[in-house]
């Protein structure tokens, strides 16, 4: 019986390592690893954000790890190792919405590279908002990294 939990955890253990090699060689996950913004656009549904941070003016002083992951190393790459794992799971079944949307926990880690970045220019973000209340960088600065895309226009043909 315990020769047969040995073999069947080893068969586990290898099929998981198996599995989780062939998708990290396939989706050119050494590139996550780096800091090239392009390995960002390596699924599809990044390429509008991609294409809207190249148009930003962050593009000249930030790159995707910049505003989306913590600036020191530990927390930086539990947060890209988190991602990259749900990432993988949600583009591989197809489970996300689109256009996809930022999740509550990578919210707080945009919103505190913001104040890291520009705190020195905003020493009023330490005490609260503007007016004094808790604000956040993001609901009113939200287009900065990633403009949004000129409008579409839509015809109908009948």
């Known amino acids: 019986m315990k020769t047969l939990f040995s073999s069947a955890l080893a068969g586990l253990i290898g099929l998981s390592v198996g599995i989780g090699g062939f998708t990290f060689f396939y989706a050119d996950g ?6 090239d913004a392009a390995a960002c656009a390596n699924c599809h549904v990044m390429n509008e954000q991609y294409a809207g941070w190249m148009r930003s003016s962050h593009r000249a002083v930030a790159v995707c790890n910049d505003c ?27 489970a996300f919405p689109e256009p996809i949307r930022i ?38 600065h939200g287009s900065v990294g990633h403009p949004e895309p000129a409008p579409m226009i839509l015809t109908q043909t009948r």
Do not use: Q, W
């Open 30 to 35: 050494a590139s996550y690893l780096g800091r």
């Open 68 to 94: 989306h992951a913590p600036h020191s190393l530990l927390p930086k790459y539990f947060t890209k190792a988190l991602n990259g794992f749900k990432h993988s799971v949600a583009f591989t079944t197809g």
């Open 103 to 140: 999740t509550s926990f990578n919210r707080r880690v945009t919103e505190g590279t913001c104040r890291y970045c520009h705190a020195d220019l905003m020493p009023s973000l330490a005490d609260g908002g503007h007016d004094g209340s808790d604000v956040s960088c993001i609901r009113c």
